[in-house]
Nanobody, 119 residues
């Protein structure tokens, strides 16, 4: 099982970016999918999550600006980021709880994608 993240980059404050993360491999069920972010030297913090039945949860710092969504048929989770601020600059990681065919649920991480917001 692999998670492949994409969509990061450099954007000016007030701009937008859309992150994508696609799961692949011998997957039976995908549970909660989420985005985290991490600044060097700091812990990895939850940004947003979405359950398999589309219930969403957001960190207070991104509410009203970020939107998480998922396409179960494509095994993909998205993070639409609007009104970006310099404080949003970080490496963004996707995470998914995945049950492999014939296996148990485990948490998997994507490789991280850099988001840099200039002032």
């Amino acid at each position: 099982v692999q998670l492949q993240a994409s969509g990061g980059g450099l954007v000016q404050a007030g701009g937008s970016l859309r992150l994508s993360c696609a799961a692949s491999g011998s997957i039976d069920i995908i549970g909660i999918m989420a985005w985290y972010r991490q600044i060097p030297g700091m812990q990895r913090d939850l940004v947003a999550s979405v359950s398999s039945n589309y219930v969403t949860n957001y960190a207070d710092s991104v509410k009203g600006r970020f939107t998480i969504s998922r396409d179960n048929s494509e095994k993909t989770v998205y993070l639409q980021m609007n009104s970006l601020k310099p404080d949003d600059s970080a490496v963004y990681y996707c995470h998914a709880a995945i049950q492999r065919i014939g296996g148990r649920f485990y948490g998997y991480w994507g490789q991280g994608t850099q988001v840099t917001v200039s002032s």
